[in-house]
């Protein structure tokens, strides 16, 4: 890495064991057998490896930018308030495509497009309604699943329990659900919440996360049941015989969390090819709690309902953003950086995944403000149809490194140095997960060692599922997730209602976004790019994700 004279710099020097040879030990064999006896080779020479070094003045650089003249907030706030929430295949996404773009090009960078890829018929909720009529009026808080039909206008109907768990219960119910709202599940048992929904990292569960996990239980609780393709066939047929009885709606307790948050994703297919399915709402479990408790009082429910869904057709492709800052004397090499766009509908996607959104966008305002030199090209990457699949970034590396089904590597794969990802929520950045690349372990330690006052302490071996990096990372290439404090986001926000502007913590973003843009920064000036680990065999296509 070329650095200014001036430059401040400190290196994680390796440990070098040096052995010193004595003699020879015991009893030494006669002379005429030492005379025949082969010279002992000379000593290899230990050769030690380069410390990594660390530009401590552009590190101050970049974190007075990012301290002291911040955006990342109000950008959070157009991001969600103004814009959000983006849906993929919506208006809302391109819409916000379109500020994201004009935003990247007033930092000043270049090449801002759009990349398109094939994803489907587009979805957007217009109003959602809900209301108990009788016994006696109330308001209902709840959602409707995406790719759903809405209620064409205001419908009303009685409330009926209609658990469909088998397809005995086909019989049970054919020719009285007509009309109904459709009740699919029995009340769900909400506890007291006696710990805190919100918490940062303890210092034992981060030393914890850097040891090597336990090989005996790898690969243990993950991927579906063994039933998996079982259950979604049912629930197919259950729904398709719902739709046939002609059901209002069906409703459901929302899966997890309590406190009027409501967790819900996608219902439909975006394929309009597939079968139909029934409008689907989904109840914060309080309030569907009340309406079964009320029902088996055998005391009737009648409900009301407005929910105006419109499907897209015209244009079934998605798009990605991409943008650059072109590198200095390795400019045709390059250091990307991004996370999803993309959200659900039911929030504004600020924790999932705007806060990952601003942060990358920060870090490239930063890097700009700054005007420090990139010897490598920078390229931000902002995703969308993450939330169905990985689908953005995985269309981008098909498009440009390498398919993971047949390994075949395009020219570019030899110029990407690293991928690094933001998509855990809001929290503080605590680390960054390895991702089984053990050589990148001294590189980053000295990367880290500028914001342990900041709480960013952890390198973890491990690697963290769920998000765009893995589109990298399958394709041999560098791709890496930041380690983030988990605040509320599998407890409160995670596609729910609740992930909206407030429950983003502005002094963790603030932190995030400085980090990151260190980051990039080092990983674009050092003399080579960052090491990789084996090229993968050739997977097999992953299943769409609805």
């Known amino acids: 890495m070329t650095t200014p004279r001036h430059a401040r710099s400190f290196a994680l020097v390796p440990v070098l064991a040096i052995l010193l040879s004595a003699g020879v030990w015991g009893q030494s064999p006669p002379r005429a057998a030492r005379e025949k006896m082969p010279a002992p080779p000379p000593a290899a020479a230990a050769i030690p490896t380069p410390p990594e070094r660390v530009d401590l003045d552009a590190v101050y650089k970049i974190k007075e930018e990012g301290f002291q003249r911040s955006q990342i907030m109000e950008l959070e706030s157009y991001l969600t308030d103004v814009y959000g929430p983006f849906l993929t295949g919506s208006p809302n996404i391109k819409t916000g495509a379109d500020f994201i773009q004009k935003k990247l090009t007033e930092y ?9 890829y094939p994803f489907g018929r587009g979805w957007a909720n217009e109003r959602f309604y809900a209301h108990v009529v009788a016994p006696q009026p109330w308001p209902l808080i709840g959602h409707v ?18 658990v469909i768990q088998s397809e005995k219960d086909f019989d049970r119910f054919r020719g009285k659900l007509k009309g109904t709202f459709a009740l699919l599940e029995p009340a769900r048992e909400v506890k007291a919440l006696f710990d805190a929904p919100a918490r940062r990292y303890t210092d034992a569960e981060l030393t914890d996360l850097a040891r090597q996990p336990d090989p005996t239980r790898a690969g243990m609780m993950r991927g579906r049941p063994a039933n998996y393709r079982e259950q979604q066939a049912f629930n197919q047929k259950k729904l398709a015989f719902l739709l046939s009885e002609g059901v209002l709606a069906t409703v459901e307790p929302s899966r997890l969390g309590d406190g009027g948050t409501v ?24 309030h569907y709690n009340r309406i079964v408790r009320t029902l088996d009082k055998k005391v009737p429910v009648t409900l009301e309902m407005n929910i105006q869904n419109r499907f897209y057709d015209a244009d079934q492709d998605a798009f990605d953003v991409i943008a650059e800052i072109p590198g200095t004397d390795k400019r045709d090499e390059v250091v990307m950086l991004g996370g999803h766009y993309d959200s659900w509908h039911m929030g504004t996607g600020a924790t999932d995944n705007a806060s990952g959104t601003a942060t990358m966008m920060e870090a490239v305002r930063i890097l700009k403000a700054t005007g420090l030199k990139l010897r490598r090209t920078v390229r931000i990457g902002l995703w969308s149809g993450e939330e169905q699949g990985l689908l953005g970034s995985r269309a981008y590396v098909k498009a440009h490194f390498a398919n993971p089904e047949t390994m075949q590597v395009k020219p570019e794969h030899a110029k990407l140095s690293a991928y690094f990802n933001v998509d855990n929520g809001g929290g503080a950045i605590r680390g960054i997960y390895q991702q089984s690349n053990e050589e990148v372990a001294p590189i980053f330690a000295a990367w880290i060692e500028p914001f342990r006052n900041l709480g960013m302490t952890t390198e973890s071996i491990r690697n963290t ?3 765009d990096h893995l589109s990298f990372d399958a394709v041999g290439l560098p791709g890496f997730q930041f380690i983030q404090d988990p605040i509320e986001y599998s407890t409160r926000t995670h596609h729910s209602n609740m992930d909206v502007y407030e429950r983003i913590q502005p002094a963790d973003m603030l932190q995030n976004a400085v980090i990151v843009a260190s980051f990039v920064y080092h990983a674009a000036n050092r003399d080579s790019l960052l090491p990789r680990k084996p090229l993968p065999t050739p997977q097999p296509p992953r299943p769409i994700t609805n």
């Open 108 to 116: 000043g960078l270049v090449n801002v497009h759009l990349e398109k």
């Open 145 to 162: 699943k995406a790719w759903t039909p809405g209620t064409n206008g205001m419908v009303s109907g009685e409330a009926v329990e209609a």
């Open 263 to 286: 967790f819900l994703g996608s219902g439909g297919s975006r394929d309009p090819k597939d079968p139909p399915v029934p409008t689907e709402v989904v109840l914060a479990v309080e």
């Open 465 to 467: 599922g769920g998000t």
